[in-house]
Each structure stands twice: as C-alpha cells, then as structure tokens.
C-alpha cells in the first residue's frame, strides 16, 4: 500500500490508528492524512484558520 494510502487508515506521524471522533488533516502537499492533535491542533477552527490550504480537514 503506498503512503498516502496507507495514512488513512493509520496516522504517519505517530504510527497510532484513527478513532472515531478524532480530527484528522490531510496534506495538500504530500496527500498523507495524520491526526491534527499530533500537529497541535484541537479544533476544526484551528485548523481551518490556521493551516487552510495546506491541509484539508476531517472529523470522524
């Protein structure tokens, strides 16, 4: 499975699964997802006003 691929069902940064109810981004840059607590980041507020367009936003 390659990378990206790979980043939806487990988080490449620390290599935990997704739970529900998590907030996950994706990388506009290298299309990998990962968990927005792991790049500081708490709420979708947050993540839009601070990252948009370099990540896109996702809860589950």
Not at 24 to 37: D, K, T
Request: hydrophobic content about 35%.
């Amino acid at each position: 499975m390659c990378g990206p691929c790979m980043s939806m069902t487990q988080c490449p940064v620390c290599d935990e699964p997704y739970s529900d109810g998590e907030l996950i981004l994706q990388c506009s840059n290298c299309e990998r997802w990962l968990h927005a607590s792991d790049d500081m980041i708490h709420t979708e507020e947050e993540a839009e006003s601070l990252l948009f367009p370099i990540f896109s936003v996702l809860s589950l």
